[in-house]
């Protein structure tokens, strides 16, 4: 099984339409994060989170938010989806304090119509 | 603003070449590097991780840094068409940044059979 799994791993909705992306993970890291990748764009951060009461916005924060449900859970919503957020998903993980690496889940492909 | 560079490619070499990928970072006091590879429509996959001046090697990959000239390569020996992927630069940020891995946009390398 994945360390990091995100679910769905395909979407596709309607403008307008609020839409919620899951992420667990076993790694037991406390520190979880949210990219999408568009391409030419690379990954860019939307949100991070340190720990369940410690969330924080990345640089491309607007149109989303996020719920930090427990240590191993860190979902991310669109309100009201708009074309533009059509793109690839990336939950990540990362050791606390540490200098290692972000850990990446699988993905999801969002569309929206 | 922190910044990763990377050629973007795509960079074309036969099966059995030395691939050579490039990176520069302009925070001058990171500590930590990374290369991910990414199939097309995949998620990121840490192949490498350097945080001393030197090389590193791990298989057929060897991660090369230079602090003082801001640079960091990676090079792959041997390169097989499964070799084929895009390559992301990853550095860690410094101070109250050092939770944040800023990513090039990537390398796309094509090795041909």
């Known amino acids: 099984d994945a360390d990091v799994t995100q679910t769905p791993r395909n979407r596709i909705t309607k403008t307008g339409k609020r839409i919620m992306l899951e992420c667990s993970q076993t790694k037991g890291h406390d520190r979880m994060y949210w990219y999408r990748q568009d391409p030419g764009l690379g990954l860019r951060l939307i949100y991070y989170?340190?720990?369940?009461?410690?969330?924080n916005k990345g640089e491309i924060s607007d149109g989303y938010s996020v719920s930090r449900q427990a240590q191993a859970k860190f979902s991310l919503s669109l309100e009201s989806a708009i074309p533009n957020q059509t793109a690839l998903y990336f939950c990540?993980?990362?050791?606390?304090?540490?200098?290692?690496?972000?850990?990446f889940g699988d993905g999801t492909r969002l569309s929206i119509l | 603003q922190k910044e990763v560079e990377q050629n973007s490619g795509p960079l074309s070499v036969p099966e059995g070449a030395i691939a050579s990928l490039n990176c520069t970072y302009s925070?001058?006091?990171?500590?930590?590097f990374f290369w991910y590879r990414q199939y097309s429509g995949k998620s990121p996959e840490l192949i490498m991780s350097?945080?001393?001046?030197g090389d590193k090697e791990d298989g057929r990959f060897t991660a090369q840094l230079n602090k003082a000239s801001q640079y960091v390569s990676l090079l792959i020996r041997d390169s097989q068409p499964s070799d084929s992927a895009t390559y992301l630069c990853?550095?860690?940020?410094?101070?109250?940044?050092?939770?944040?891995?800023?990513f090039g946009k990537g390398t796309l390398l094509t090795v041909n059979p």
């Open positions: 990540a993980t990362s050791a606390t304090g540490g200098w290692g690496p972000q850990h």
């Open positions: 990853a550095v860690r940020g410094s101070g109250g940044s050092n939770y944040k891995l800023t």
């Open positions: 989170s340190f720990d369940v009461k410690d969330i």
């Open positions: 925070d001058r006091v990171s500590q930590s």
């Open positions: 350097i945080y001393s001046n």
